[in-house]
T-cell receptor, first 115, second 110 residues
Framework: DTGVSQNPRHKITKRGQNVTFRCDPISEHNRLYWYRQTLGQGPEFLTYFQNEAQLEKSRLLSDRFSAERPKGSFSTLEIQRTEQGDSAMYLC?????????????FGQGTRLTVV | GNSVTQMEGPVTLSEEAFLTINCTYTATGYPSLFWYVQYPGEGLQLLLKATKADDKGSNKGFEATYRKETTSFHLEKGSVQVSDSAVYFCALNRDDKIIFGKGTRLHILP
C-alpha cells in the first residue's frame, strides 16, 4: 500500500502526558498537511509543510503543539501536556509537487483520547 | 478569510432519489474546489474536483460544477444507492491551504 500512513491509529493518554504521532506521506509528495477533526465537524487545518519547511501554522494551534518534518519525508506532531479538549482525530495528508491548489491524499488518522 | 459553507445534515433519502448537497465558498482569487467523502470507518477520499470556473467534476455518478458567479459547487447525483451513505465534505484549496466545510451526513434508505 503506497498511501499516506499514520501511526499509531489509536492513542489513549492521561491528561498532562505528552504524545507524538507520525505521518509517512506518499513517496515523492513534497507537501504535507496536518488537520484535526472532532465529531460532527470538518477537518480543521493545523499546519503545512513544503519539503522540510513549515510554511503555515494555524492560530488555533497552541504552543503545546509542535510539528516537524526534518528531512522532508515523514512528519511528527507532538502535543505536550495533553488536555481533554485535545481529544480528536488527527489527520495527515500529502500532495504532489508541481500544480498549485491541487488535491491532498489523506491517511486513516490517529484517534487521540485524553482521559 | 477563505471559508466553505455547506448544507447541514443529516440528509435522508430513499434509494434511487435525486441528491443535491449545497456548497458555497468565500475565497480570494481562484481556488480549486473539491468534494471529499468519508465512508463509515474509513478515511477521507477525494470524490471529485474542479480547478477553474465552469469546470464540471464527476465521479461514480456524482457531479458538481464550479460556478464563480454564485461562488457555488453543489454536489448532485441522479439516483442514489444505499452504498452512497457517508459524510460528504466540500473543500477549497487556495495558496495550497485546504479549507473544509463541516460535512453533510447522507443516509440512503433501501
Amino acid at each position: 500500500d503506497t498511501g499516506v500512513s499514520q501511526n499509531p491509529r489509536h492513542k489513549i493518554t492521561k491528561r498532562g502526558q505528552n504524545v507524538t504521532f507520525r505521518c509517512d506521506p506518499i513517496s515523492e509528495h513534497n507537501r504535507l498537511y496536518w488537520y484535526r477533526q472532532t465529531l460532527g465537524q470538518g477537518p480543521e487545518f493545523l499546519t503545512y509543510f513544503q519539503n522540510e519547511a513549515q510554511l503555515e501554522k494555524s492560530r488555533l494551534l497552541s504552543d503545546r503543539f509542535s510539528a516537524e518534518r526534518p528531512k522532508g519525508s515523514f512528519s511528527t506532531l507532538e502535543i505536550q501536556r495533553t488536555e481533554q479538549g485535545d481529544s480528536a482525530m488527527y489527520l495527515c495528508a500529502s500532495s504532489p509537487p508541481g500544480q498549485l491548489n491541487t488535491e491532498a491524499f489523506f491517511g486513516q488518522g490517529t484517534r487521540l483520547t485524553v482521559v | 478569510g477563505n471559508s466553505v459553507t455547506q448544507m447541514e445534515g443529516p440528509v435522508t433519502l430513499s434509494e434511487e432519489a435525486f441528491l443535491t448537497i449545497n456548497c458555497t465558498y468565500t475565497a480570494t482569487g481562484y481556488p480549486s474546489l473539491f468534494w471529499y467523502v468519508q465512508y463509515p470507518g474509513e478515511g477521507l477520499q477525494l470524490l471529485l474536483k474542479a480547478t477553474k470556473a465552469d469546470d464540471k467534476g464527476s465521479n461514480k455518478g456524482f457531479e458538481a460544477t464550479y460556478r464563480k458567479e454564485t461562488t457555488s459547487f453543489h454536489l448532485e447525483k441522479g439516483s442514489v444507492q444505499v452504498s452512497d451513505s457517508a459524510v460528504y465534505f466540500c473543500a477549497l484549496n487556495r495558496d495550497d491551504k485546504i479549507i473544509f466545510g463541516k460535512g453533510t451526513r447522507l443516509h440512503i434508505l433501501p
